[in-house]
């Protein structure tokens, strides 16, 4: 059970327990209705309309004063300092509204001009890629274009060398036929030419060509 | 001999508070003159609260800070209570902040002295034709001079003067002119039934509900003491005469105590009621309908 239901309980049983109280003496006390004493005591006679208070002027007097005494009070020492706290409390409200208006304004200004400089990015990124891909493809058609003509001129390069060299070497070829030609026919004019010796002297020859190939 | 009941005894005023008079604790002589004093104090008392509490409510309020606490929320809110539920309904927008002070002092005002009632040992003003009366008064000179300032004493009497065209000859004319002065008598006649309504009402139901809440409890009075105990119970042996009186004593608090929460509702809603139909007659003066 929750505490604050306990204290209701009880306050209800203290309620009941006070109010329980009350008809106890009633009984207990003397006769009410035409009694001297209690009438005495209530003010009245006990007849008639007396239970609704209707002859009780005086109160009703106390009352006018009383409720006119509290009007006057309240409206010099309540209501002014009430009234000029709603007026603040109503003014901060109002200059709150008017700032917040405000800022919502102004950061809706900024999104659009947010917006408005994200946009152009965009299109500035966009118009710099472009202008990025049409330079990497001019690019890479300079390079290949380059590359290309490079190749050539060195498979022509390559090309001119293998000529040479294969003009040189024939002219190497010829020039040691001749040679051998030449040492063949010396060597021949100098003995007796066999078949044994006409080998002998090719193998020698050959040797010979080989050795002054290698010197050189 | 059986003795007489008066149920009001402990709802009209006296010189006597009765705390727990069952131990003693009673305080008597309580009157000036012969007249008694309770509900004077008891008015007095209720007055110092309201204005202790409005008054604490201004110097809270007079920093425009918003409100911190329970106590601050609770009695600012009966404040925002009447302007947003009496007065501007009542009276209309424009002219509620003007009525304001009037009906929320009236409202505190009528609503402690319904609420003082439901202490056992004390009472309520309002239970008092006079007290009603005053406050009624009170209200019917401002609804009338609202009216009068509004829109001057002549224009203002004239609009209790309903305005009736019969189409025909002399004699519908005639009949139209009586029908006109009849309802006039009416209407001025209504202004003054509508405060005494007020003041009646208020009075009616503070004191039929204490009552009822007397009776419920006399009951037991009625079983057990021997000069109101009724015929059937003494005819009764005496451990049945204490079995019911124990029935009856469980039944009437119980029944009390749930009739005292409906009681706590009805001080506020007659606090309402009265301040309410003051709004309203308020805006009827200073608006009346066409």
């Known amino acids: 059970m929750r505490l604050s239901t306990v204290y209701r309980l009880c306050a209800v049983a203290l309620l009941a327990l006070l109010v329980s109280g009350a008809p106890v003496p009633a ?13 005495a005591e209530h003010g009245g006679k006990g007849g008639g309309l ?33 009234k000029a706290g709603l007026e603040k409390r109503e003014s901060t409200i109002l200059s709150a509204l008017d700032e917040a208006k405000k800022d919502r304004a102004e950061a809706a200004d900024l999104l659009a001009r947010a917006k408005k400089e ?27 274009e380059e590359g290309a003509r490079d190749a050539q001129a060195e498979r022509d390069r390559a090309k001119r060398e293998v000529e040479a ?52 | ?67 911190r606490g329970k106590l601050w929320n ?4 009966l404040l925002f209570f009447v302007r947003d539920k009496i007065a501007v309904p009542g009276i209309g927008e424009h002219d509620a902040n003007k009525y304001l002070p009037y009906l929320t002092t009236l409202f505190l005002f009528i609503f ?33 001079t609202s009216g009068i300032m509004e829109m001057g004493t002549g224009k203002y009497l004239k609009t209790f003067i309903p305005h009736i065209e019969l189409e025909g000859g002399a004699a519908m004319k005639v009949m139209g002119g009586m029908i006109t002065v009849g309802m006039a008598i009416l209407e001025y006649a209504t202004a003054f039934i509508r405060a005494s309504v007020l003041a009646i009402r208020l009075f009616a139901n503070m004191l039929a509900g204490h009552t009822v809440l007397f009776m419920i409890l006399f009951f037991i009075a009625m079983v057990s003491d021997p000069g109101y105990q009724i015929g059937f119970v003494k005819q009764q042996p005496e451990g049945v005469q204490n079995l019911i009186w124990g029935g009856m004593s469980l039944f009437s608090v119980v029944l009390v105590s749930a009739l005292s929460l409906l009681e706590l509702f009805i001080a506020g809603l007659q606090a309402f009621i009265f301040t309410f139909l003051t709004a309203v007659f308020i805006g009827l003066a200073k608006h009346p309908p066409h």
């Open chain 1, 27 to 39: 009984a207990s006390a003397p006769a009410h209705a035409g009694d001297p004493v209690h009438d």
């Open chain 1, 50 to 82: 007396d239970f609704t208070g209707i002859k009780r002027y005086d109160l009703g007097i106390y009352t006018l004063i009383v409720f006119g005494i509290l009007l006057f009070v309240l409206s010099k020492y309540a209501w002014p300092n009430i």
């Open chain 1, 118 to 144: 994200l946009d152009a990015t965009a299109a500035k990124v966009g118009a710099m890629l472009d202008e990025a891909r049409k330079d990497a493809e001019a690019l890479k058609a300079a390079k290949a």
């Open chain 1, 165 to 216: 060299d294969r003009a040189a070497l024939t002219k190497d070829v010829q020039h040691q036929a001749v040679e051998l030609a030449v040492l063949i026919a010396t060597k021949a004019l100098r003995q007796q030419v066999s078949v044994e010796n006409q080998s002998r002297l090719l193998d020698e020859s050959i040797a010979e060509l080989k050795a002054n190939a290698n010197r050189a």
């Open chain 2, 1 to 67: 001999m059986a003795k007489k009941i008066d149920p009001f005894s402990h709802v009209v005023d006296s010189n006597h508070f009765e705390i727990l008079p069952t131990a003693g604790l009673e305080w008597h002589g309580l009157e000036l003159g012969g007249v008694p004093l309770k509900f004077l104090i008891l008015i007095t008392v209720c007055a110092v609260g309201v204005g202790v509490a409005m008054i604490w409510l201004g110097q809270k309020m007079k920093s425009g800070d918003p409100p």
């Open chain 2, 74 to 77: 609770l009695v600012e809110s």
């Open chain 2, 112 to 144: 402690s002295m319904n609420l003082i009632g439901m202490v056992p040992f004390l009472g309520s003003p309002t239970a008092s034709i006079m007290v009603t009366a005053a406050l009624a008064v009170v209200s019917f000179f401002v609804i009338h």
